[in-house]
């Protein structure tokens, strides 16, 4: 198995980008098709925990739009063999005291790559 093949990490990178972004504008379709359209899909969030992607998409089309712009740091994306990854941030956001954190799992499918497990917490911001 080789890790981070160039090729493979590249595409997982602008996979990983494209959720950023998407998560900044609130854009719920990009969300919602970048998340695996299955029951075995997971996302642990600040205060939810969401088994499904019905639950995962219902909770995205709830979310209020403002408030979701954040600076990152940190962030890792490792790529094992051909389909599978992992992508792990840090994030601020403007005004919090807190640092938040964020992991995907990202399996490439049939419609390219998609998150399987997601999970955010945040911890208090510490110097």
């Known amino acids: 198995m080789e890790i981070n093949k160039p090729e493979v990490l590249a595409e997982v990178t602008q996979a990983f980008w494209r959720y950023e972004q998407a998560l900044d504008r609130n854009d719920v379709a990009v969300l919602n ?3 695996w359209d ?11 925990n969401l088994y499904g ?11 209020p739009t403002p408030g979701h712009a954040r600076q990152l740091k940190n962030t ?10 992992t992508a ?35 911890m208090e911001f510490q110097q």
Do not use: C
Not at 38 to 48: A, F, V
Not at 76 to 85: K, L, M, P, R, S
């Open 33 to 35: 098709e970048l998340f």
């Open 38 to 48: 299955s029951p075995h899909t997971l996302r642990y969030g600040i205060t939810e």
């Open 53 to 63: 992607y019905p639950m995962i998409a219902a909770f995205r089309s709830s979310r």
């Open 76 to 85: 890792v994306i490792t790529t094992f063999g051909q389909d599978y990854a």
């Open 88 to 122: 792990n941030t840090e994030f601020h956001r403007p005004g919090s005291n807190k640092i938040g954190r964020m992991s995907h799992t990202w399996l490439r499918t049939d419609a390219g790559w998609r998150i399987v497990a997601a999970h955010v917490s945040h």
